[in-house]
């Protein structure tokens, strides 16, 4: 199949990028905005390795699960996935994209909790500018061209309110002098001030999860989990500013903490250590001493790293030996991938948090115990 060919296609299911997967001329097509069982025809775009990536062109036999996105942005941006079908039906997707990634662990009890808000939850947003053109927004699907969108759905009202702003005169291009002529923009909502930055590494206002509300519900599960527990002591890694265990700390009097970060913050006290380590380069045995000089045992551990994971949590684990495991990731796929080189532990729950409702992103929560 050659590019700009138009070819009929059946969605068999939905992949983890939230891509309708069909399988034509026994080559295997990735078409985005489509549904199980959906027919149509779509015009290939391009092929990467054996596999090919085309679009909609001619929906035949749309699902009765389709409806007509509110968003105008939808059909031409990349930045959601699930607008063309009712919240339900996208928690029903994430859901069997979670359960087939971990099918390979045993009696697991799996627990969704969804988002309260589909739209308007945003703290942090990031445009794409061209400068030479002027353009600035989010990319179209599958390519490098820039639409605007001034009315996406997902920012909060304060960070919406600033995008509106720089799609109003001058103002953006005269801001941008001197910079890059293609770049990132990025606005944050924090602390009652909206930061907008130009080429940083992303959350340079410093990071925080961008939906507040699940934010919020997820802070009470780990609590939750971590009272269960009833730990003497914890470890975090990837802690930030110890946003994982800030609420038990302050209602636990005896519980003492390490967290180790690349950014470095000033809350070190006589209960926390904060240790400023870049943990992708410090070698496992110098952060394992660290936690043996403060603590015997380990209680708790809890990790919350990048989308890249933690490719060596097991040593980290062999060191320390913690009684429990709570792992908050961004991306299940490299959390199963650490997962399934831990020895000696039981995945006992695993939590989908609907943190980034439209989309095809989720954060999962995965608690362990140790088997002895």
Same mark, same amino acid.
């Given at each position: 199949?050659?590019?700009?060919?138009?070819?009929?296609?059946?969605?068999?299911?939905?992949?983890?990028?939230?891509?309708?997967?069909?399988?034509?001329?026994?080559?295997?097509?990735?078409?985005?905005?489509?549904?199980?069982?959906?027919?149509?025809?779509?015009?290939?775009?391009?092929?990467?390795?054996?596999?090919?990536?085309?679009?909609?062109?001619?929906?035949?036999?749309?699902s009765p699960d389709r409806i007509e996105s509110e968003c105008?942005?939808?059909?031409?941006?990349?930045?959601?996935?699930?607008?063309?079908?009712?919240?339900?039906?996208?928690?029903?997707?994430?859901?069997?994209?979670?359960?087939?990634?971990?099918?390979?662990?045993?009696?697991?009890?799996?627990?969704?909790?969804?988002?309260?808000?589909?739209?308007?939850?945003?703290?942090?947003?990031?445009?794409?500018?061209?400068?030479?053109?002027?353009?600035?927004?989010?990319?179209?699907?599958?390519?490098?061209?820039?639409?605007?969108?001034?009315?996406?759905?997902?920012?909060?009202?304060?960070?919406?309110?600033?995008?509106?702003?720089?799609?109003?005169?001058?103002?953006?291009?005269?801001?941008?002098?001197?910079?890059?002529?293609?770049?990132?923009?990025?606005?944050?909502?924090?602390?009652?001030?909206?930061?907008?930055?130009?080429?940083?590494?992303?959350?340079?206002?410093?990071?925080?999860?961008?939906?507040?509300?699940? @934010?919020?519900?997820?802070?009470?599960?780990?609590?939750?989990?971590l009272e269960k527990m009833n730990p003497s002591n914890c470890?975090?890694?990837?802690?930030?500013?110890?946003?994982?265990?800030?609420?038990?700390?302050?209602?636990?009097?005896?519980?003492?903490?390490?967290?180790?970060?690349?950014?470095?913050?000033?809350?070190?006290?006589?209960?926390?250590?904060?240790?400023?380590?870049?943990?992708?380069?410090?070698?496992?045995?110098?952060?394992?001493?660290?936690?043996?000089?403060?603590?015997?045992?380990?209680?708790?551990?809890?990790?919350?790293?990048?989308?890249?994971?933690?490719?060596?949590?097991?040593?980290?684990?062999?060191?320390?030996?913690?009684?429990?495991?709570?792992?908050?990731?961004?991306?299940?796929?490299?959390?199963?991938?650490?997962?399934?080189?831990? @020895?000696?532990?039981?995945?006992?729950?695993?939590?989908?948090?609907?943190?980034?409702?439209?989309?095809?992103?989720?954060?999962?929560?995965?608690?362990?115990?140790?088997?002895?």
């Open positions: 199949m050659k590019p700009s060919k138009v070819v009929e296609f059946l969605i068999d299911n939905i992949d983890p990028l939230g891509q309708g997967v069909s399988k034509i001329n026994n080559q295997i097509v990735f078409i985005p905005k489509t549904l199980p069982g959906e027919r149509g025809k779509a015009k290939i775009l391009r092929k990467k390795g054996k596999v090919f990536f085309a679009e909609i062109e001619e929906l035949t036999h749309p105008p942005h939808f059909h031409q941006c990349g930045g959601c996935s699930y607008l063309h079908t009712r919240y339900s039906t996208e928690i029903e997707i994430k859901e069997n994209t979670l359960k087939r990634a971990f099918a390979k662990f045993e009696d697991i009890k799996f627990t969704t909790v969804e988002a309260p808000n589909r739209f308007s939850y945003r703290n942090r947003v990031q445009l794409h500018y061209h400068s030479k053109s002027q353009s600035l927004g989010q990319m179209k699907g599958m390519s490098n061209y820039i639409i605007p969108t001034p009315d996406c759905l997902l920012p909060n009202e304060k960070v919406s309110e600033e995008i509106k702003s720089l799609y109003s005169g001058d103002s953006l291009w005269q801001k941008l002098q001197g910079q890059p002529p293609k770049g990132h923009v990025e606005i944050y909502a924090r602390d009652n001030n909206v930061i907008t930055s130009y080429n940083q590494h992303y959350a340079a206002g410093g990071f925080t999860q961008v939906n507040e509300e699940m @934010n919020i519900k997820l802070n009470q599960l780990v609590k939750e989990t470890v975090e890694l990837f802690g930030g500013n110890g946003n994982l265990s800030n609420h038990l700390i302050k209602s636990h009097s005896e519980l003492k903490r390490i967290i180790f970060d690349i950014y470095p913050h000033e809350m070190s006290s006589e209960r926390t250590q904060f240790v400023n380590a870049d943990i992708f380069k410090t070698p496992v045995a110098e952060l394992g001493s660290t936690v043996s000089r403060e603590f015997s045992k380990v209680d708790s551990l809890i990790i919350d790293p990048p989308r890249s994971g933690y490719k060596e949590l097991d040593a980290f684990v062999d060191l320390i030996k913690p009684k429990n495991i709570i792992y908050v990731s961004c991306d299940h796929q490299t959390l199963k991938r650490d997962l399934e080189n831990l @020895n000696g532990y039981k995945l006992e729950e695993v939590f989908l948090f609907d943190l980034f409702p439209s989309t095809f992103h989720f954060e999962t929560v995965a608690i362990l115990t140790r088997d002895n």
